[in-house]
């Protein structure tokens, strides 16, 4: 049965010889557009500069080529594949009259041959067939994405910017403490509020002090350090505050509603919000999938055997599920996930720790998921109280 919200194919019918169907192979200097005009024989491809504008121009020309062939044209249907360009043509090309879609790339099938030619042109004619088969409603053509509105993307920069942010503090850390190793330091903890001090009293175990050089290294790192803490405690400042300025919307109560639950704090609540639990997905296997914390069976013959995670899905929330539920293991012992998944490694291997840990995040999510959109607190979970 069909989903209303099934992006897997298009629920509207073709009428090929009324439809003019457009793909974009997107670059960075340039666009490739592709497209089936009808009553038009060959299948006309321009390439243009990366213009908006000009790309509306190619599309009105080919719908005149198509009406003095005696075909009118009522619909224009255009998709790209995901990339660097994100979703800001598809809105764009929306807001005028333009049906646009955007493809998951990993969804386009590609020949499985080694050495298999590549070029924009050969991509633009893999487009073409997926996307028509897609819109004729056929299945296992391709997926599409879902556009996102402006507010909605934006939404997810505060999370994005936190974790660039994170990785970067990790990063400089590790170069500190790298630096001071060769020369015989270990005990030096670069996140320390005085540490900027302690750095100029610092010497080698041979008696001497910081050569020169190094130490004005490590000072700059320092105050990169510093900088990049103070940025993060911004982002994590405006978060708070915009939590607490508009508490009733739907994005933000949604928020408050997660942190209630022991063991879940804002940043993962925002990010999980962000992610996946403000995206209309259908049941709960779509939210496990759309995670990528499901299995990736390899099947053939009498061979059977299991690949691991399918990692297909949003990584930020695989990553933040795994972690999650490790904690959750130690901030709800007494829940009925918890108690399942003690039950199931009774036999204290570490193979089925890891395996069974992927599954209580997948079982943690959907529960999270459900007590986000509908409420439906589980048995035995611990929620705080309401603040």
């Known amino acids: 049965m069909r989903q209303p919200n099934d992006l897997s194919r298009s629920l509207v019918a073709l009428d090929q010889d009324s439809t003019l169907i457009a793909v974009i192979e997107m670059g960075q200097a340039s666009w490739l557009v592709a497209g089936i005009v009808p009553g038009v024989n060959r299948h006309p491809l321009k390439k243009i500069a990366t213009a908006q504008e000009q790309l509306l121009q190619v599309l009105r020309r080919w719908a005149k080529e198509a009406e003095t062939t005696g075909r009118m044209i009522k619909r224009i249907a255009v998709a790209y594949e995901a990339g660097r360009d994100s979703f800001w043509l598809a809105r764009w090309l929306r807001a005028r009259g333009v049906e646009a879609y955007v493809i998951h790339p990993s969804s386009v099938p590609v020949s499985r041959e080694h050495r298999r030619a590549k070029t924009d042109r050969l991509d633009t004619e893999l487009l073409k067939r997926a996307f028509l088969g897609w819109l004729r409603g056929e299945p296992d053509h391709c997926s599409m994405a879902a556009i996102p509105t402006l507010t909605?993307?934006?939404?997810?920069?505060?999370?994005?910017?936190?974790?660039?942010?994170?990785?970067?503090?990790?990063?400089?850390?590790?170069?500190?403490?790298?630096?001071?190793?060769?020369?015989?330091?270990?005990?030096?903890?670069?996140?320390?509020?005085?540490?900027?001090?302690?750095?100029?009293?610092?010497?080698?175990?041979?008696?001497?002090?910081?050569?020169?050089?190094?130490?004005?290294?490590?000072?700059?790192?320092?105050?990169?350090?510093?900088?990049?803490?103070?940025?993060?405690?911004?982002?994590?400042?405006?978060?708070?505050?915009?939590?607490?300025?508009?508490?009733?919307?739907?994005?933000?109560?949604?928020?408050?509603?997660?942190?209630?639950?022991v063991g879940v704090g804002v940043e993962t609540a925002d990010m999980l919000v962000q992610e996946i639990f403000s995206r209309n997905l259908r049941d709960r296997k779509a939210v496990a999938r759309y995670a990528g914390l499901t299995g990736a069976p390899d099947e053939s013959g009498k061979k059977r055997r299991e690949r691991g995670l399918a990692k297909s899905g949003n990584a930020r929330v695989r990553r933040g599920m795994l972690q999650l539920a490790w904690g959750f293991l130690v901030h709800q012992p007494d829940s009925v996930l918890a108690k399942w998944y003690r039950a199931r490694t009774a036999d204290a291997r570490g193979v089925t720790r890891k395996t069974m840990i992927v599954a209580l995040a997948r079982k943690l999510l959907i529960v999270l998921w459900r007590l986000a959109t509908t409420g439906e607190v589980p048995e035995g979970l611990a929620i705080r109280a309401a603040a």
Request: no cysteine; proline share 6%.
């Open 152 to 261: 909605e993307e934006d939404a997810k920069r505060p999370g994005r910017e936190r974790e660039s942010l994170v990785g970067e503090r990790t990063r400089i850390i590790n170069r500190i403490k790298g630096a001071l190793a060769r020369l015989g330091i270990r005990n030096f903890k670069p996140i320390l509020r005085n540490a900027p001090k302690l750095l100029e009293t610092l010497g080698t175990p041979e008696g001497a002090a910081l050569p020169p050089n190094t130490l004005a290294e490590l000072r700059r790192d320092m105050a990169r350090l510093s900088f990049v803490k103070q940025q993060i405690k911004e982002v994590e400042t405006g978060r708070i505050e915009r939590l607490q300025r508009a508490p009733g919307e739907r994005g933000n109560a949604m928020v408050r509603l997660l942190t209630r639950v």
